[in-house]
């Protein structure tokens, strides 16, 4: 399906031209008007009459494109873009559930198209080089959950590879030698590919990589359950806690293991067991400077804060296994 981008570039002129010509706007010259048409017919592209008529509202507003609301970090950023958005008089547009690239395509050249000077965008099935022009031609695009290196100041990226190795590393100085990691689909294929790194410091150790069920009452494969693993990693804050729940009741006494889950919350000592805390509020934080009018370039990528914490029958294990208390 071609884009907006695509007639761009076969009539050799911006994207701003091209929306300007769609939407009539503003003048735009006669040549320039000829070679977009020409393109547009070309490709026989089809314009976003509903981002068309949208432009009919003079106060463009910030956007967000995301997979779920639900989602913890996008539900804390829709909560402080939202009070923003209001205390300024301007409307706040949100869509999800993109479901394929041409979706995603179809609800980012929506926005793009009305002239929001900032876009908060979660990709899932964009190839990468299409997501990187698309970064290239609007700086205000902020892209979560995705990370181009050369766009990294548009990127608000939590690196889950490196906040994994913060657990595994505890786990290796502890004396564990077969470590199962638990995580979600959306999470598998970046875990996966670095595991699978022939320089990969995650060598130190045999790790099984299981993927959890979505059913919180029923997450564990047969795999992990049988696995001659003597600690686990789950990388789902959403399952961490039935995760534990099930290994304790499936594994009790008899397989003594090590166990560190994710949160989303912030650091908290009452915890059940060691956990790897994910920054949401700080990323949040970011995000909303970069969509603001401030423009603030995202500065890092985030990884997860590890908080230790254990049971007497995990200190009594971790002491039969030679870890230093």
């Known amino acids: 399906m071609p884009t907006i981008i695509d007639v761009a570039k076969k009539a050799g002129v911006s994207v701003a031209t091209v929306s300007r010509i769609i939407n009539q706007t503003t003048f735009v ?22 981002a068309q008529n949208l432009t009919n509202n003079p106060k463009i507003g910030p956007a967000m494109i995301v997979q779920s609301i639900q989602d ?23 869509v999800s559930g993109a479901h394929s690239e041409a979706q995603e395509i179809e609800m980012l050249e929506n926005y793009l198209s009305l002239g929001v000077q900032s876009l908060y965008f979660e990709s899932v099935y964009m190839e990468e080089a299409r ?10 695009l902020l892209v979560a959950k995705r990370y181009l290196p050369s766009y990294a100041k548009q990127c608000l990226h939590l690196d889950i590879v490196t906040s994994l190795w913060l657990a595994v590393k505890l786990l290796v100085e502890h004396g564990h030698k077969h470590i199962t990691v638990m995580c979600e689909a959306q999470q598998y294929c970046a875990i996966e590919q670095a595991l699978s790194h022939i320089d990969s410091p995650f060598q130190q150790a ?25 600690a686990f990693i789950c ?14 009741e499936q594994l009790g006494c008899t397989n003594p293991f090590e166990f560190i889950g994710s949160s989303n919350n912030a650091a908290d000592s009452k915890a059940s067991y060691s956990t790897l805390y994910y920054p949401v509020q700080a990323m949040a934080q970011q995000a909303l400077s970069f969509l603001s009018s401030q423009q603030q370039a995202i500065p890092k990528v985030f990884m997860a804060q590890l908080q230790e914490r254990y049971s007497d029958q995990e200190l009594g294990y971790l002491s039969d296994l030679g870890a230093t208390a």
């Open 29 to 50: 010259s006669e040549a320039k008007v000829e070679k977009v048409n020409q393109a547009i017919k070309a490709l026989n592209f089809i314009p976003n009459y509903h």
């Open 131 to 140: 997501l990187g022009e698309f970064m290239r031609l609007h700086p205000g």
């Open 206 to 230: 045999n790790i099984t990589l299981s993927r959890l069920s979505h059913d919180p009452n029923d997450c564990l494969s047969s795999d992990a359950l049988s696995s001659p693993a003597s």
């Open 235 to 248: 990388l789902s804050a959403r399952l961490s806690w039935p995760v534990w729940q099930q290994l304790k």
């Open 72 to 94: 913890p970090l996008t539900a804390t950023l829709l909560k402080a873009l939202s009070a923003e958005a209001s205390s300024n008089s301007m409307p706040l547009h949100l």
